[in-house]
Every structure is written in structure tokens, then in C-alpha cells.
């Protein structure tokens, strides 16, 4: 699956290329693979999280497995999205009554985004794991 030289930014937002090129690909047993998704390998991608607000789930440097197909933001989760040319990490939940969306940060030094109009968000995916240097 690819790794691209994208950032999705733990933080203020952090821009990128509409298209980016990967880097490499990482490899994935599909055994393992199939009990975390049923998208398949080229339908995947891992980013490198940058940034701090989203503290203490995931840290500065983490890399995310973001599922492609999973584009939707009615069920809460952590979502790769592009803002305006800006790529975040955040929480993200939808709120039927007023059809917006929500999008958090899990720092609270960080502030939340409240009624964001859906259509001004481009979902690139949902993360389903994550890996971390243990150093």
C-alpha cells in the first residue's frame, strides 16, 4: 500500500499537493489486513501525523493506516481530511439536527471547529491504526 509524503497535521493544518505521489509502499499481510478492513491494499494509504493536537491518541511522527473508502462522516471517528487545501488528522462527528459538522481535537489546548458545512470538507479517509516509534 502507498506511504505518501503527505502530513496530516495534529495541529493548525498543513498543505500538500492535491494528487501527491507515494514515496514507497509498505506491505501488510493480508490476513491482517482483511481483521482491520475489508478495503483493499491499493484503496489504503499511510500518513505521517504531524503536530500535537491530537495528543494523547496520536503523537508527533505516528504513522496512520487511512482507509480511502470510508469517506463519510456520519459515524464519529478520526478522520485524514483536506480544508481548504489544509490536511488535518481530528475527531470528527456529524450532527443530523443541523447537518454540520464537528471536528475536534483531543488536546484541549486546541480549539474545536463547530458547524463546518460538510461540503467545504474533502474526506480523504478514516484512520484505522496507527504505528508508533517506541524509541
Keep these: 500500500m502507498p ?11 498543513l498543505t500538500t499537493e492535491s ?9 501488510y499481510r493480508l490476513d491482517w489486513l482483511r481483521r482491520v478492513t475489508a478495503a483493499t491494499p491499493d484503496q489504503l494509504a499511510v500518513v505521517r501525523v504531524c503536530g500535537d493536537s491530537m495528543w494523547d491518541t496520536l503523537h508527533d511522527g ?45 488536546n484541549s489546548a486546541y480549539p474545536t471547529w463547530d458547524a463546518i458545512d460538510p461540503e467545504t470538507v474533502t474526506v480523504i479517509g478514516r484512520v484505522l491504526w496507527l504505528g508508533r516509534h517506541l524509541g
Design 19 to 27: 494528487n501527491p505521489a507515494p514515496l514507497h509502499s509498505n506491505f
Design 3 to 13: 506511504v505518501y509524503d503527505m502530513r496530516a497535521s495534529a495541529g493548525f493544518g
Design 62 to 106: 505516528d504513522h496512520v493506516l487511512v482507509d480511502r473508502t470510508q469517506t463519510s462522516l456520519r459515524k464519529e471517528g478520526l478522520f485524514v481530511l483536506d480544508v481548504e487545501g489544509e490536511v488535518y488528522v481530528k475527531r470528527c462527528s456529524y450532527r443530523p439536527d443541523t447537518r454540520r459538522v464537528t471536528m475536534r481535537s483531543d
